[in-house]
C-alpha cells in the first residue's frame, strides 16, 4: 500500500468563528483517521523518534497498537514514560522533537506522533472507567514545589514507585503554567484537572494555596520528615525591556495578563479579577508566549493586534502551527522592529482626564539582520533615523521571565546562577544542597513544556537511587 506523503489534517475550528471564542481551536482525529495516520508509520528498528523524546515514550509501540484498534493498549504504553500524555499531544513542539528525527520526514512529512498521542488520551480519558493499580508503600516521602509539568512528572513518577508524595502548589488550582500560562482555546482546562485527578489516584496528596519560601521553607518540609525535595516552581518572574513609558496604565506583562484570563477568567462579564479589553493592541516577542498572549487579546474583543518582534519570520521561535493559527485569526506581525518607547497620554494641569497616564502608542526602529548572535542567531540592528509610531491602547510584554527569587532567598546552601536559575547536576537535577533536586524552568528559565516533564523524570530517577543509597 502506498504511504500517504502528508500528515493527515488536524479539523479545526474556522479561523473566523474561534477568533471570538476561547474554545480548543484543534479538533483531534477521529477513530477512522487516527488508524489511517497510524498506518504511516514505518516502525524503524533504530527508532529514531524515541531519541527525539525528552520523556522516551515507546513511539513505534504505541502507534503500532493504534494500527490494530488497541487504544488502550496504547495508552498503556505511553503512560509508562509519561504523566500528562493529553497535555503534550496538544502544546508539545513535536515538530523540532520525535517528528524531527521521523525516518519517514526524510522525503514525506513526518508522522502526526503529537497528534496520535492526543488521540489516545483523549479516547482513554472518555472510555477508561477503572482504577489504576497501585503500587505497594515503600515508605519513604517526597515534597514535590510546584504542579506545572516539571512537578506533576516527577510526582506521578515517584508515586507509581510507591512514594508517599505530596506537591505544594502557591495558586489556587493545580497546574502550573498549564492552567495560568496557556490559554484554554489551546489547552482546555478540564484536561489538566483530569490528568491532575489521574496522579491523585495514584496516592498523589496536592496542596494548593502553599508558598514554599513563605508558608513553610525548604528547610522545615525536611524537618517534617519528607527524605527529599524536588523543586519545579517554575519560571514566574516576567522580565521588561527598561524602556520608557513601561509603568503607564495598560501596560502587561504577558505573565500578568494570562493569569488574569487563564487561572482567574478575566474574560467572563462577572469576573472578579479584571482586563483590559482593548482595541489596539501590540504583543512584543515571537515566542509561544506571545502568541498566547496576541490571541487572546483577540479574543477578549480587540479590533487590531499586532506581534512586534525584533528578528525575521525565519527566525521567530514560536511552534509554526502557532503563527499560522494567529495568522489565520487576522494578528498582524511588525517583523524586524524593535520597541524604544511606549508614549502615553499625559495632560500633568488636568488629573480628571480619563486618559491621563493611558498608553497611546508604541514607538519602534526598523531593524535588519547583521551577524549571527552567541546561538547562531542573527542579531538584530536597528536602522537610525528609521521609527515610527503604532497606535494602540494596550502593550504585552512577552519577553521571557525568570525564577522567582523567594526559595532561593530563605534556602541556605542553594546555589542559582546570575538569572535565578536553579544550579543542577544535568545528569539527576540535584541542586548544591543534600537531598533537593529541581527541574523544569526554575532552572533552565522559560522553556517548553516536555522539556520540564524531562527533567521532573530524571529528577524521580535521581531521588529514588538518592534515597535507596541513603537506606543502605
Same mark, same amino acid.
Do not use: W
Given at each position: 500500500?502506498?504511504? !500517504?506523503? &502528508? !500528515?493527515?489534517?488536524?479539523?479545526?475550528?474556522?479561523?473566523?468563528?474561534?477568533?471570538?471564542?476561547?474554545?480548543?481551536?484543534?479538533?483531534?482525529?477521529?477513530?477512522?483517521?487516527?488508524?489511517?495516520?497510524?498506518?504511516?508509520?514505518?516502525?524503524? #528498528?533504530?527508532?529514531?523518534?524515541?531519541?527525539?523524546?525528552?520523556?522516551?515514550?515507546?513511539?513505534?509501540?504505541?502507534?503500532?497498537?493504534?494500527?490494530?484498534?488497541?487504544?488502550?493498549?496504547?495508552?498503556?504504553?505511553?503512560?509508562?514514560?509519561?504523566?500528562?500524555?493529553?497535555?503534550?499531544?496538544?502544546?508539545?513542539?513535536?515538530?523540532?522533537?520525535?517528528?524531527?528525527?521521523?525516518?519517514?520526514?526524510?522525503?514525506?512529512?513526518?508522522?502526526?506522533?503529537?497528534?496520535?498521542?492526543?488521540?489516545?488520551?483523549?479516547?482513554?480519558?472518555?472510555?477508561?472507567?477503572?482504577?489504576?493499580?497501585?503500587?505497594?508503600?515503600? @515508605?519513604? !516521602?517526597?515534597?514535590?514545589?510546584?504542579?506545572?509539568?516539571?512537578?506533576?512528572?516527577?510526582?506521578?513518577?515517584?508515586?507509581?514507585?510507591?512514594?508517599?508524595?505530596?506537591?505544594?502548589?502557591?495558586?489556587?488550582?493545580?497546574?502550573?503554567?498549564?492552567? $495560568?500560562?496557556?490559554?484554554?482555546?489551546?489547552?482546555?482546562?478540564?484536561?489538566?484537572? %483530569? &490528568?491532575?485527578?489521574?496522579?491523585?489516584?495514584? @496516592?498523589?496528596?496536592?496542596?494548593?494555596?502553599?508558598?514554599?519560601?513563605?508558608?513553610?521553607?525548604?528547610? &522545615?518540609?525536611?524537618?517534617?520528615? $519528607?527524605?527529599?525535595?524536588?523543586?519545579?516552581?517554575?519560571?514566574?518572574?516576567?522580565?521588561?525591556?527598561?524602556?520608557?513609558?513601561?509603568? *503607564? #496604565? @495598560?501596560? $502587561?506583562?504577558?505573565?500578568?495578563?494570562?493569569? =488574569?484570563?487563564? *487561572?482567574?477568567?478575566?474574560?467572563?462579564?462577572?469576573?472578579?479579577?479584571?482586563?483590559?479589553?482593548?482595541?489596539?493592541?501590540?504583543?512584543?516577542?515571537?515566542?509561544?508566549?506571545?502568541? /498566547?498572549?496576541?490571541?487572546?487579546?483577540?479574543?477578549? @474583543?480587540?479590533?487590531?493586534?499586532?506581534?512586534?518582534?525584533?528578528?525575521?519570520? &525565519?527566525?521567530?521561535?514560536?511552534?509554526?502551527?502557532?503563527?499560522?493559527?494567529?495568522?489565520?485569526?487576522?494578528?498582524?506581525?511588525?517583523?524586524?522592529?524593535?520597541?524604544?518607547?511606549?508614549?502615553?497620554?499625559?495632560?500633568?494641569? +488636568?488629573?480628571?482626564?480619563?486618559?491621563?497616564?493611558?498608553? !497611546?502608542?508604541?514607538?519602534?526602529? #526598523?531593524?535588519?539582520?547583521?551577524?549571527? +548572535?552567541? =546561538?547562531?542567531?542573527?542579531?538584530?540592528?536597528?536602522?537610525?533615523?528609521?521609527?515610527?509610531?503604532?497606535?494602540? +491602547?494596550?502593550?504585552?510584554?512577552?519577553?521571557?521571565?525568570?525564577?522567582?527569587?523567594?526559595?532561593? /532567598?530563605?534556602?541556605?546552601?542553594?546555589?542559582?546562577?546570575?538569572?535565578?536559575?536553579?544550579?543542577?547536576?544535568?545528569?539527576?537535577?540535584?541542586?548544591? %544542597?543534600?537531598?533537593?533536586?529541581?527541574?523544569?524552568?526554575?532552572?533552565?528559565?522559560?522553556?517548553?513544556?516536555?522539556?520540564?516533564?524531562?527533567?521532573?523524570?530524571?529528577?524521580?530517577?535521581?531521588? /529514588?537511587?538518592?534515597?535507596?543509597?541513603?537506606?543502605?
Amino acid at each position: 500500500m502506498a504511504i !500517504k506523503p &502528508e !500528515k493527515h489534517e488536524m479539523p479545526v475550528q474556522n479561523p473566523l468563528e474561534r477568533a471570538r471564542n476561547f474554545k480548543e481551536v484543534a479538533l483531534g482525529y477521529d477513530e477512522s483517521v487516527a488508524v489511517a495516520e497510524a498506518q504511516r508509520c514505518l516502525n524503524c #528498528k533504530n527508532r529514531p523518534c524515541v531519541e527525539g523524546c525528552p520523556v522516551n515514550i515507546a513511539i513505534p509501540d504505541f502507534i503500532t497498537k493504534i494500527k490494530t484498534g488497541d487504544f488502550e493498549g496504547a495508552y498503556s504504553v505511553i503512560s509508562q514514560s509519561s504523566s500528562l500524555p493529553a497535555v503534550c499531544g496538544r502544546v508539545c513542539p513535536q515538530e523540532t522533537q520525535c517528528e524531527s528525527k521521523c525516518t519517514l520526514g526524510i522525503k514525506f512529512q513526518p508522522v502526526g506522533i503529537g497528534r496520535l498521542e492526543r488521540f489516545v488520551a483523549d479516547y482513554h480519558n472518555a472510555n477508561f472507567k477503572g482504577e489504576p493499580s497501585l503500587p505497594k508503600p515503600n @515508605g519513604h !516521602k517526597v515534597a514535590v514545589v510546584g504542579s506545572g509539568p516539571s512537578g506533576l512528572t516527577c510526582a506521578g513518577d515517584l508515586a507509581k514507585k510507591g512514594y508517599k508524595v505530596t506537591v505544594f502548589e502557591a495558586l489556587h488550582l493545580a497546574g502550573g503554567v498549564l492552567v $495560568y500560562g496557556i490559554p484554554e482555546f489551546r489547552l482546555p482546562k478540564d484536561i489538566v484537572k %483530569k &490528568e491532575v485527578e489521574t496522579l491523585k489516584k495514584y @496516592g498523589v496528596d496536592v496542596q494548593t494555596n502553599v508558598v514554599i519560601g513563605k508558608t513553610l521553607t525548604v528547610d &522545615e518540609l525536611f524537618e517534617q520528615g $519528607y527524605d527529599a525535595v524536588f523543586i519545579g516552581s517554575g519560571a514566574g518572574l516576567p522580565r521588561f525591556m527598561g524602556i520608557p513609558g513601561e509603568s *503607564l #496604565k @495598560g501596560v $502587561y506583562s504577558a505573565n500578568e495578563f494570562l493569569t =488574569r484570563a487563564n *487561572l482567574m477568567k478575566a474574560y467572563k462579564e462577572n469576573s472578579q479579577t479584571p482586563v483590559m479589553r482593548a482595541k489596539k493592541v501590540a504583543v512584543v516577542g515571537g515566542g509561544n508566549v506571545a502568541m /498566547d498572549a496576541a490571541r487572546t487579546a483577540l479574543r477578549l @474583543g480587540a479590533e487590531t493586534v499586532y506581534v512586534v518582534y525584533r528578528r525575521s519570520m &525565519e527566525e521567530i521561535p514560536a511552534r509554526r502551527e502557532e503563527v499560522e493559527h494567529a495568522q489565520e485569526e487576522g494578528i498582524k506581525f511588525e517583523i524586524l522592529r524593535n520597541p524604544v518607547e511606549i508614549i502615553g497620554y499625559d495632560n500633568p494641569n +488636568d488629573r480628571r482626564d480619563p486618559k491621563n497616564g493611558f498608553v !497611546k502608542a508604541i514607538k519602534v526602529l #526598523k531593524c535588519e539582520l547583521g551577524e549571527p +548572535d552567541e =546561538r547562531g542567531r542573527r542579531k538584530p540592528v536597528e536602522i537610525a533615523g528609521s521609527e515610527y509610531e503604532i497606535d494602540v +491602547d494596550c502593550v504585552i510584554m512577552a519577553i521571557g521571565t525568570s525564577p522567582n527569587p523567594l526559595i532561593k /532567598d530563605t534556602t541556605a546552601g542553594l546555589e542559582v546562577n546570575r538569572r535565578g536559575g536553579i544550579i543542577v547536576q544535568e545528569e539527576t537535577g540535584l541542586t548544591s %544542597k543534600a537531598g533537593v533536586f529541581a527541574g523544569g524552568d526554575a532552572v533552565t528559565g522559560a522553556a517548553t513544556v516536555i522539556l520540564a516533564m524531562g527533567a521532573g523524570k530524571t529528577a524521580a530517577t535521581a531521588i /529514588d537511587e538518592y534515597i535507596s543509597k541513603k537506606q543502605k
